[in-house]
């Protein structure tokens, strides 16, 4: 079974960049079929989808955020990380990294992999 679990600071000062690292066990970020994710949950707010890469390392980013985003994969880790640059208070949230087959997961589906997710505030 894929696990994931997010690694980071909990608190970014204002217009620093946030990077967040996802680590993957029980299966491969370069063999699975799998979409994998970052999602983040605003207090108050549902889900923003934002962005993925892919086993062959192809990468997609939301619109809202893309000027902003970057998606990478450490394969040798077999890792993918987010960063989030020029970052202000709106970016609060709590920040998930997910294994789906859906390229943008707008739910907490049953047969997807979901981390614990990361409380990131931003706060000076």
């Known amino acids: 079974q894929v696990q994931l679990q997010e690694s980071g600071p909990d608190l970014v000062k204002p217009s620093q960049t946030l990077s967040l690292t996802c680590t993957v066990s029980?299966?491969?970020?370069?063999?699975?079929?799998?979409?994998w994710s970052w999602i983040r949950q605003a207090p108050g707010k549902g889900l923003e989808w934002l962005g993925a890469?892919?086993?062959?390392?192809?990468?997609w980013y939301g619109p809202s955020l893309r000027s902003r985003t970057s998606i990478y994969r450490d394969t040798s880790k077999n890792q993918f990380s987010l960063q989030l640059t020029s970052v202000t208070p709106e970016d609060t949230a709590v920040y998930y990294c997910?294994?789906?087959?859906?390229?943008?997961?707008?739910?907490?589906?049953?047969?997807?992999?979901w981390g614990p997710g990361t409380q990131v505030t931003v706060s000076s």
């Open positions: 029980g299966g491969s970020i370069v063999t699975s079929y799998y979409y």
């Open positions: 890469t892919n086993s062959d390392g192809s990468i």
């Open positions: 997910v294994a789906s087959e859906r390229l943008q997961p707008d739910a907490k589906y049953e047969e997807d992999y």
